[in-house]
């Protein structure tokens, strides 16, 4: 290491702390806020030993509890990591909080064993076959095809994606209403742009469900309303009842996080709602392609194309890198998807038609039964570990995707996750992910697996159990 990286990364002593007024909360939270500020500034860096609890809390004159509790918080977020026998020191990989989110300077905690839902399983991504798909597209687009793209896609690939929406999705849907996009967001994005320039106001959405999606609605300058979930899905006699709501947003395959399905009797409803209002479902076509005792439930813009857009892409069958989706959406609003007010960006052409033959290669089919083994071979392996080492333990949404819910009746989940953090695991809460505060009683886990190899399993439920344990203990933080 040369000198100047050692001097940086040696002990962190006299830092300079600003701990604020007292206006500014009780010290340990100052502490840990002026902690958190010298790492993210670069005053404190990736490595430098912290003072002993004993030592910093002599220097300020304060207890040595402010400085345990504020070296703990910092810990729980990632920021610190504390090993038995060792000092406290800087992560090595510092900035952001312990629910993944991006760091400063775009570094990442990398845990040993990464629970969040939600991500698939990078490690299969074809990587030889799609280069062999981006070479052939290099090679073989016309000259007029490497020029500016059409705005609603590729035309093949529009007939391509027609055709598999038909076939496995059992969608309603013609080339000619198939807008390719950047993904589910940005097909949301478009849809709220559409919808507000047409002049509406709020966009439903379930709750709980992927906080992006309603934050994508607020930035298109809509406002998000929340309709509970319950076990049969979105409840469709409120969202009935929710003032000035023509549009929603919903995930009737499986609803995320909850990994309920749409019962029939409400798939019904909410398309009578839609004909009713002259509305919109967006159908948010999450994990359909991932079901593994029952077969997939077909998409409900086949039962009401003119008032359903169905969205889907390709970052959960392939990977968020690959940033393509589509919108198959009812022909009035095709015009407003690809319009220079409302439209994004198309993919570009490489990418598009690297998928078009991807697709037309039967590869996609081949790589999703090949998913879909390996998915349910690593759930059966998850519930076979969480039954030994969580004996009782009730375990729900296993019957599609790549995360389990773990209601705990007897401790907060939101202190499980900061615990199992401590030991370098990363998983949410259901409270996560909600609009409005849930009961008070109510506490879950939302376990992913889908970016977990085989061989890791046993490791993260023990570490996870071992966490459950220590809040159930009352040792949750020491």
Sequence with gaps: ???????????????????????????????????????????????????????????????????????????????????????????????????????????????????????????????????????????????????????????????QLAAYLARGRGARVEAGQLVVCAGTLDAVMRLCRGLRAAGHTHVAVEDPGWTQLRLTVAAAGLTPVAIPVDEDGLRVGLLRRATGVRAVIVAPAHQFPTGVVLAPVRRAELADWAREMDGLVMEDDYDAEFRYDRHPVGALQGVAPEHVALLGSLSKTLSPAVRLGWIAAPERWTDALTARDTGGTPPPVIDQDAFTRFVASGSYDRHLRASRLRYKRRRDHLLRELAARLPGQPVGGAAAGFHLLLPLTDCPAGAVVEEAARADVRLASLDDYRLTPAEAAASTLVVGYGNLTDQAVPGAVQRLARAIERVRAGEHGT
């Design 1 to 159: 290491m040369p000198p100047a990286d050692r001097e940086r990364t040696g002990p962190a002593w006299g830092t300079f702390l600003e701990l604020e007024s007292p206006a500014g909360g009780p010290l340990h939270a100052r502490l840990a806020r002026a902690l958190r500020t010298a790492v993210t500034s670069g005053r404190l860096a990736a490595g430098s030993t912290l003072p002993a609890s004993r030592v910093l809390a002599a220097d300020l004159r304060c207890s040595r509890w402010v400085v345990t509790e504020a070296y703990a918080q910092l810990v729980a977020e990632g920021y610190f990591e504390a090993r038995s026998g060792s000092a406290t020191r800087v992560r090595a990989h510092t900035g952001g909080s312990v629910r993944g989110g991006a760091r400063e300077g775009g570094d990442r905690w990398t845990p040993r064993y990464d629970l969040l839902p939600g991500v698939p399983d990078l490690r299969a991504f074809p990587r030889k076959r799609w280069a062999d798909m981006v070479r052939a597209a290099t090679t073989e687009l016309t000259w007029d095809e490497l020029g500016y793209p059409d705005a609603a896609g590729l035309p093949r690939l529009r007939r």
